[in-house]
């Protein structure tokens, strides 16, 4: 089923938006029977390896769980499939940048070569969010290997579920001032976005933007995010 939405989406069209600005949706990704089955998952005792409360560390307000392996059937298999197409993007990225890493084609190779590092942690994770609670501006590297994009997956209704809560990204380009822009998305809608930064083709070729992202405050009501990082944790 999952397989079946991943496979709807407009490619295309969001190698194009993720080339241009760094980030595509990809709408209806999960149903809405999916999300809640998700975001109601976050109060089991089972199933997770930490919770971290944002306050304590500064990074926020609001808090997150990451999930232990094995991860959950909807989660591993959005992480494999979403993986395999992204990774062509990713390679290119990279050679754009002028990067040596390549990334293998198949997820499971990937991680193999991000736990020979010592990278062994599962990144995937919950996040909730109630009044007033927000996420500071942020990027997800964990370490030494890092896949250049992620997703996030909204599983609550704006506007129903809560106010606010705005998904953002704010990307730095050399001797400019930084940028943001609010990601409009639906429950079930994904984003896919650059985890650090991108290649962005100037006058003389292609130029290194760094990105960041996090969630604006909260004005009313509870937001649950599933977010998808490929790359695990040192």
Not at 68 to 76: C, D, G, N, Q, W
Not at 91 to 99: F, I, M, V
Not at 145 to 172: K, M, N
Request: hydrophobic share 35%.
């Amino acid at each position: 089923m999952i397989d079946t939405r991943i496979d709807a989406q407009d490619w295309h069209g969001i190698q194009a938006n993720l080339d241009a600005w760094g980030w595509a949706i990809l709408p209806g990704l999960l149903t809405h029977k999916a999300c809640d089955a998700a975001a109601a998952s976050y109060d089991r005792e089972q199933g997770f390896r930490s919770r971290v409360i944002m306050a304590r560390h500064n990074y926020g307000k609001g808090e997150y769980r990451y999930f232990a392996y094995p991860l959950p059937p909807l989660v591993a298999n959005l992480r494999t499939s979403l993986y395999s197409r992204l990774v062509p993007l990713a390679n290119a990225w990279h050679e754009r940048l002028g990067l040596d890493v390549r990334f293998p084609e198949n997820h499971r190779a990937f991680l193999d070569r991000c736990h020979a590092a010592g990278q062994v942690r599962p990144t995937p994770l919950l996040l909730r969010y109630g009044e007033g609670d927000y996420n500071c501006l942020h990027q997800d590297l964990y370490g030494e290997h890092v896949f250049p994009l992620q997703v996030a997956i909204l599983l609550s209704e704006p506007g129903e579920d809560f106010t606010g809560g705005e998904f953002i990204l704010t990307e730095q380009r050399p001797r400019m001032q930084s940028r943001a822009e609010i990601v409009p998305l639906e429950k079930g809608d994904g984003v896919v976005f650059a985890v650090n930064h991108r290649p962005q083709k100037g006058t003389r070729g292609d130029y290194r933007v760094n990105m960041r992202h996090g969630v604006s405050r909260l004005r009313h009501g509870h937001r649950h995010t599933l977010g998808i990082i490929f790359h695990d944790a040192a």
